[in-house]
C-alpha cells in the first residue's frame, strides 16, 4: 500500500512524463513542417517513449493501491527558432526530468518505501540515458554550426539514430 505522500508524488511524476510526451510531440510538429523529416521522426518516438514511462507509472500506482490521476497539461512550446534552440530546450527538460525523479527517489527512500525506490531505479538509469543523447545531439549540432549540408546530414543521421534505437527497443 502506498502512503499518501509518495502517491502524490508518484501522480506529480504522471503529470511530468505526460507533458514530456506532449512535449516532444510539439517539437516533431514543428521539425516536420520545417522539413525536418528525421528530426521529426525521433521526436515522435521520443514522444511514444515518454508516454510509455507515464503509463508504467499509472500501472505501479494502481497496482499498489494507489489512485494514478491524469490531470490537466501545461501546453508545450510549439515554434523555435532554430532546431539548435529546439535541441536546447529538450536537454534543459531532461535536466528537469533528472531532478524531479532524483526527488521522488529521495522521498521513497525517507519514507523507507523500498518497493517504490526500487521500481524507481529503472527511471534513474533512463534518465541518464536521456540527457546523454541530449547532450550528445547537442555536441554534433555545435560540431555543424550553420552548416546547411551538415543539418541535411544530421537529419539523415538522427533519423537512422531513431530507426537503430527502435530495433533495440523491440526487436523481431
Known sequence: MLKKNIESALNKQIRIEAESSQTYLSMACW????????????MYTQSDEERAHMLKLVKYVNERGGHATITDLKAPKTSYTTFK???EALYSHEIFVSESINELVHITFEEKDYATHNFLQWYVSEQIEEEATAKSILDKINLIGDDKGGLY????????????????INPK
Do not use: N
Not at 521539425?31 to 525521433?42: P, S, Y
Not at 546530414?153 to 533495440?168: G, K, P
Open 31 to 42: 521539425a516536420e513542417v520545417h522539413g525536418l523529416e528525421g528530426i521529426a521522426q525521433f
Open 85 to 87: 534552440e529546439m535541441f
Open 153 to 168: 546530414l544530421f537529419d539523415r543521421d538522427i533519423q537512422q539514430l531513431t530507426v537503430t534505437s527502435s530495433i533495440a
